[in-house]
């Protein structure tokens, strides 16, 4: 069975022993719900081995195994509660085996061509339609579940940072651990984010159906309680090859701008929670040997980061 380079890294790291089950765990999944799997296996992830198959009455379907149980059943917890709305439809699951088996759907955003804009509007749409109110608690807890979030990601590429061999500069892990300990006081509204909102994870749908409206739906939510901003931080986090040349802060800022008018979230919360997002990512990356990924994450932080001799946009 062929995994994918990137997913293999990230199983030989945290769970050796998934790659040597997986070819078993197919095979009894596809036999207790009549699947015959069909080609290779779809790029894109690295925590997942995912492929698409066929069910006993001849229609298309996915079927994902994750790596560890840390991105299973929470994941799929969170699909089956959404029940479609601006998610993938759970057609099956096994929760101990970390399956699911998800309605077939058509490329992802990132394969589209579509430009900056154009994806930041169609996870914008799709955001809208996925975000729900945050489960009936009190409001110091909910604060707590923020101040966790933000902590998390601060004591994340604090760790990581030194662990690396502080692979960017000091003012870049500085001003994300400053953004970290502001979005820990975020006053603003939680909702259940998606998490992980990022191009790769938008498909196409193949069938106009509800909850589907922006003809995109997510699949691997998180399903944590925090803003609708840090959701829309994961939106602006990429981009490295357009933050890479001209006006970086500009093209950022505008990217922000335009996420934050269509949600109505801060463009300044936006901005914090995409840097955040961008250094810890790129740390994180580089810290599981992928550094083609985490590196472009990690030189535009360095382009976004001012200097005393540049004028800012906005509080950022």
Known sequence: MRVPDAVRTVAEQV?????EE???????????????????PLGGGTRSYVARVRTAGGADAVIKVSVSEDDGPGRISALRVADGRGYALVLRADSARCAVLLEALGPSLDALGWSPE????????????AWRAAPDAAPSVLRGVLRAKADALGELVARLWEEQGRPCSARVVGRALS?????????????VVHGDPHPGNLLQIRIARPGAESGFVFVDPDGFV???????GVVVRDWCPQLSIGDARATAWGYCARAAAQTG???QAVWEWGFLERVSSGLYACS??????????????ERLTPDRTRTTISAC
């Open 15 to 19: 769970a050796p022993a998934w790659l």
């Open 288 to 301: 599981l040997g992928l550094a083609d990924i985490g590196e472009p994450f990690l030189a535009t932080a």
């Open 179 to 191: 953004y970290a300990r502001r979005r820990a006081a975020d006053p603003a509204e939680p909702v």
């Open 226 to 232: 925090a803003p609708r901003a840090y959701d829309l």
């Open 22 to 40: 997986l070819p078993s765990v197919v095979a009894d999944l596809s036999r207790e719900w009549s699947l015959t799997v069909v080609g290779e």
């Open 265 to 267: 979230a801060a463009a």
């Open 118 to 129: 154009q994806q930041i509007d169609a996870l914008c749409a799709t955001l809208r339609r």
